[in-house]
């Protein structure tokens, strides 16, 4: 590692000089800070939503209680390759690819999607109940109602949660793809560190906290929403089946 008491001093005499020149932040460039926010914003929400929609056939081909093995693995294979490297990895790709811009960082977070939410949304589907999944099947009815009636109910408020915590790790991404040139905050922010505009920097810090705060609020409320009324559904089900069975019980 290096280390030694001197550098240790050192670091931190530099450290304290680096933070006393990031205060007080300087928010006079309000309008080149709220527009790489914006764009940030922008490139997490739509590569959160594209990979949301991409993740969805794989997590289903890969789950193997409903799929055989031949489809299962090719599936699981897109799913690992899509989180074999770090979002930062794919935007230099990416960048290289279709140039700098904040398309590559869409790009990039929509391959990181896929690859969270397909292995979350797998392994979910293959924790259902299997009961559930043969009573529909005993009706007779086909693989498009037993993946709407049996298998989706039991798994719809966990992929809520997925989706909302991709969508706030996409903004805390956002920021890195920037940096390599992925368009976003994190472009801004690299200019600010190599301009030594430290108290810049801390605005650009403060708002992306502000940001991802404000992001976890709502992801938290979304989730409480679906949880409730999932919630409030399985009860009046619940409560349809004993009434069902009292009266089959007069009978």
Same mark, same amino acid.
């Given at each position: 590692?290096?280390?030694?008491?001197?550098?240790?001093?050192?670091?931190?005499?530099?450290?304290?000089?680096?933070?006393?020149?990031?205060?007080?932040?300087?928010?006079?460039?309000?309008?080149?800070?709220?527009?790489?926010?914006?764009?940030?914003?922008?490139?997490?929400?739509?590569?959160?939503?594209?990979?949301?929609?991409?993740?969805?056939?794989?997590?289903? &081909?890969?789950? *193997?209680?409903?799929?055989?093995?031949?489809?299962?693995?090719?599936? *699981?294979?897109?799913?690992?390759?899509?989180?074999?490297?770090?979002?930062?990895?794919?935007?230099?790709?990416?960048?290289?690819?279709?140039?700098?811009?904040?398309?590559?960082?869409?790009?990039? &977070?929509?391959?990181?999607?896929?690859?969270?939410?397909?292995? &979350?949304?797998?392994?979910?589907?293959?924790?259902?109940?299997?009961?559930?999944?043969?009573?529909?099947?005993?009706?007779?009815?086909?693989?498009?109602?037993?993946? $709407?009636?049996?298998?989706?109910?039991?798994?719809?408020?966990?992929?809520?949660?997925?989706?909302?915590?991709?969508?706030?790790?996409?903004?805390?991404?956002?920021?890195?793809?920037?940096?390599?040139?992925?368009?976003?905050?994190?472009?801004?922010?690299? $200019?600010?560190?190599? *301009?030594?505009?430290?108290?810049?920097?801390?605005?650009?810090?403060?708002?992306?906290?502000?940001?991802?705060?404000?992001?976890?609020?709502?992801?938290?409320?979304?989730?409480?929403?679906?949880?409730?009324? $999932?919630?409030?559904?399985?009860?009046? *089900?619940?409560?349809?089946?004993?009434?069902?069975?009292?009266?089959?019980?007069?009978?």
């Amino acid at each position: 590692m290096d280390a030694s008491w001197e550098r240790i001093v050192a670091g931190l005499e530099h450290g304290g000089r680096f933070l006393s020149r990031m205060f007080p932040p300087n928010f006079g460039r309000a309008e080149l800070l709220w527009k790489g926010l914006a764009e940030s914003m922008q490139i997490a929400v739509l590569a959160s939503a594209l990979g949301i929609v991409l993740a969805l056939p794989f997590g289903l &081909l890969g789950a *193997r209680n409903l799929m055989p093995a031949w489809v299962s693995w090719p599936a *699981r294979f897109v799913v690992v390759l899509a989180r074999s490297f770090h979002p930062v990895v794919v935007a230099i790709l990416f960048v290289k690819a279709v140039g700098f811009g904040a398309l590559a960082g869409i790009l990039a &977070l929509t391959v990181a999607s896929i690859g969270f939410i397909g292995k &979350l949304f797998t392994e979910a589907i293959e924790e259902v109940s299997v009961k559930q999944v043969e009573a529909v099947r005993a009706t007779g009815a086909p693989f498009a109602s037993v993946l $709407a009636f049996g298998v989706l109910p039991q798994v719809f408020s966990r992929f809520i949660g997925f989706a909302t915590y991709q969508l706030d790790s996409n903004l805390r991404n956002s920021t890195m793809v920037g940096i390599v040139g992925a368009g976003g905050i994190g472009g801004t922010l690299f $200019a600010a560190f190599q *301009r030594f505009d430290y108290d810049f920097v801390s605005a650009i810090l403060i708002s992306l906290i502000a940001l991802i705060m404000a992001g976890e609020i709502f992801a938290t409320a979304v989730r409480r929403i679906f949880i409730e009324n $999932a919630t409030l559904s399985e009860l009046f *089900r619940g409560g349809s089946r004993a009434a069902q069975d009292r009266q089959l019980e007069d009978e």
